[in-house]
């Protein structure tokens, strides 16, 4: 199973920016999908953007134009680029990828923006 660490969390004032990390081990096989989800207090985990192995993205409707995912293969790293924070952004930031069908977890990272 791909072992998964996330980093870059933290608290922010609102309008500000941060990258979120994903650090991906144990794993020598295609990543077919790499994504960041959200869960913010008292509520269901939600996606926030994913990407295809060909590059293809989606994004929440509630962060499209404030963020970016994107991939550095060789690092076998995954990013995601949040600007123009909001309060409602806040939650606890997962990555996972999807490796022959199987979805793997990492064990989050907390965002918190001021306000």
């Known amino acids: 199973q791909v072992r998964l660490v996330e980093s870059g969390g933290g608290l922010v004032q609102a309008g500000g920016s941060l990258r979120l990390s994903c650090a991906a081990s144990g794993n020598r096989l295609p990543i077919s999908v790499s994504g960041w989800y959200r869960q913010a207090p008292g509520k269901l985990r939600e996606l926030v953007a994913t990407m295809t192995i060909d590059g293809r993205t989606n994004y929440a409707d509630s962060v499209k134009g404030r963020s970016n995912i994107s991939r550095n293969k060789v690092r076998d790293t995954v990013y995601l680029d949040r600007n123009l924070l909001e309060p409602e952004d806040t939650g606890v930031y997962y990555c996972?990828?999807?490796?022959?069908?199987?979805?793997?977890w990492g064990q989050g990272t907390q965002v918190t923006v001021s306000s």
């Open positions: 996972c990828v999807r490796v022959r069908s199987v979805d793997s």
